[in-house]
């Protein structure tokens, strides 16, 4: 099965700064990988997908880069709002796996 | 608007089964794969299972392969898990979440999640 670091697993943060996560796989997986949000007690949102493809809604300060074994999401300008847990998942091939998750945090 | 309902969670001992439903509504049912995903208390996204469109294919962790079985009944747009022989470290959120990508498509993700059932396995 492939598996899926994150780095760094902790981030402290400023509202405006720029944030880079990085995710790396343990075999590359072309583009198929997705970026998830997740607030404490909420359920995780999509965030994007196939590595760089933004999903309908979410804010353009988010982007997402990379392919093969390195994908990097950067959220451009940290919003209040944006204080979470991230996570990447690998879409193919199954069975699909989630990094460990990136806490930002203030 | 797409809504998914997961049930079913509850607490059970060690070796004992359950079986969790998820409702969905919102989206045609029949026409996409589906998830369950699981989050131990305060632990990261594990990904569990997923039954295509037709329940023709299914996929399973190694965690939960032979234990769990994932199933569904596209005429009561309703998923399942069924949980065999579950473990104290089975004590999970469990959600439910639909496919991003049309059949025949490979995966865009999972764009629609419940709000998760508890599972608590203890003695």
């Known amino acids: 099965d492939i598996q899926l670091t994150q780095s760094p697993s902790f981030l402290s943060a400023s509202v405006g700064d720029r944030v880079t996560i990085t995710c790396r796989a343990s075999?590359?997986?072309?583009?198929?990988l997705a970026w998830y949000q997740q607030i404490p007690g909420k359920a995780p949102k999509l965030l994007i997908y196939?590595?760089?493809t933004l999903k309908s809604g979410v804010p353009s300060r988010f982007s997402g880069s990379g392919s093969g074994t390195e994908f990097t999401l950067t959220i451009a300008s940290l919003q209040p709002e944006d204080f979470a847990t991230y996570y990447c998942?690998?879409?193919?091939?199954?069975?699909?796996?989630f990094g460990p998750g990136t806490k930002v945090d203030i | 608007q797409v809504h998914l309902v997961e049930s079913g969670g509850a607490v059970v001992q060690p070796g004992r089964s359950l079986r969790l439903s998820c409702s969905a509504s919102g989206f045609t049912f029949s026409s996409y794969a589906m998830h369950w995903v699981r989050q131990a208390p305060g632990k990261g996204l594990e990904w569990l299972a997923v039954?295509?469109?037709?329940?023709?294919?299914?996929y399973y962790a190694d965690s939960v392969k032979g234990r769990f079985t994932i199933s569904r009944d596209n005429s009561k747009n309703t998923v399942y898990l069924q949980m065999n022989t579950l473990r104290v470290e089975d004590t999970a959120v469990y959600y439910c979440a639909k496919e991003g990508a049309p059949p025949a498509s490979y995966s865009s993700g999972i764009d629609y999640w419940g709000q998760g059932t508890l599972v608590t396995v203890s003695s």
């Open positions: 998942q690998q879409l193919y091939p199954y069975p699909f796996t």
């Open positions: 039954i295509s469109y037709e329940s023709s294919n299914k």
């Open positions: 075999q590359g997986i072309s583009s198929y």
């Open positions: 196939l590595a760089s």
